[in-house]
């Protein structure tokens, strides 16, 4: 193939999403294979990946099964090295494709080692991830954009006092959503129906981030959008068997249905046309996913944006380039030349 790649993959670290980022990372690694790429996984833990590791990964089906959420908990020390961005598979790489997942993966810190190496890699600048990471600054951004998300005030930090449930039912109503401001998967997230319940949620969202966002409860549909490059992906919904997709629904087999949703064309366009703003807003380039909740009047309302979104046979984006008639290896490969170009 004359114009194969030399690529390097970039996947597991030791943030709450390590296993599906290796279940991310050596995915693509086998499209981009199937494309005629040269590919070395890397995972900044453990090394350079050989092939027989990367079968035996595979073979077990690592990312299947969440981590529990006390094993979670204690994932808080740095999982990258400044020696990364100077690694020769790096820095001869012809591009880096980051799987990583959360933590310093997605919240731009290896995206700023890569920049100031002069390296080219998938997804967005470091300036946009940390943007993105940071749940509080996002809505920020995206409502001065115009882009509808709900109302939110930010919890005092322990050692400032406890969480007043007055002022929050005042602000607010019930119920509310409790979670962590700057994680990734759900992770410490809980609905808060009654004041009582506040102050036992708020504690455990700082379990896993120190800061914690309480947000207006907005009912209805779970929608996500993803943009590839300038094309706006089929919307997928999800519907979990609890009422919110929490960390439980969205890594655990059979806890959620997705597939792509069925929209008035009003409403499609709509969806559209927030997702572009957000991805805008944001400073996001190459690829993302941007979710949303559908109240029962049509009107969406903006959660997050996702800069390095799941990669995984069950993940979202893979299955909206589907429905889009664009194949697993090409996704991967069409991700590399955006960020090449």
Not at 213 to 228: A, N, Q, Y
Request: aromatic fraction near 4%; charged fraction near 25%.
């Amino acid at each position: 193939m004359k114009d194969a790649m030399n690529i390097t993959v970039l996947l597991g670290g030791v943030s709450a999403e390590r296993d599906v980022s290796l279940s991310s990372g050596l995915r693509v690694a086998v499209g981009l294979r199937e494309r005629g790429h040269v590919v070395t996984c890397l995972d900044p833990v453990d090394g350079v990946l050989s092939r027989e590791t990367e079968s035996r990964l595979l073979a077990s089906g690592v990312g299947s099964a969440p981590p529990s959420l006390e094993a979670l908990a204690g994932l808080g020390r740095a999982s990258l090295s400044p020696a990364l961005a100077l690694d020769d598979r790096v820095t001869s790489a012809d591009c880096v494709f980051i799987a990583l997942h959360g933590g310093q993966g997605e919240d731009g810190t290896v995206q700023a080692l890569l920049d100031m190496a002069g390296v080219c890699y998938t997804g967005s600048g470091h300036l946009a991830s940390a943007l993105a990471m940071d749940k509080h600054l996002t809505k920020v951004v995206l409502r001065a954009a115009g882009v509808s998300t709900a109302d939110w005030i930010m919890a005092p930090s322990p050692e400032a006092g406890s969480v007043d449930a007055a002022e929050v039912g005042d602000a607010l109503g019930w119920p509310v959503i409790v979670k962590p401001s700057k994680q990734g998967s759900t992770v410490g997230l809980s609905i808060v129906r009654e004041p009582s319940e506040l102050a036992p949620a708020v504690k455990e969202a700082f379990r896993f981030d120190d800061e914690v966002m309480i947000e207006r409860f907005v009912p209805g549909r779970e929608l996500t959008v993803g943009i590839l490059g300038d094309q706006v992906l089929p919307t997928i919904e999800i519907v979990p068997v609890k009422e919110l997709y929490d960390y439980e629904c969205k890594y655990t087999p059979g806890m959620a249905n997705e597939f792509v949703a069925e929209l008035s064309p009003e409403i499609q366009e709509l969806l559209a046309d927030q997702a572009r703003r957000a991805f805008s807003a944001l400073k996001l380039r190459g690829y993302a996913r941007i979710d949303f909740r559908l109240d029962p009047f049509g009107q969406p309302w903006c959660l997050e944006a996702n800069t390095l979104p799941g990669m995984t046979p069950t993940s979202l984006i893979p299955q909206a380039a589907k429905a889009a008639d664009i194949l697993f290896p090409e996704l991967c490969e069409r991700i590399v030349r955006l960020a090449r170009r």
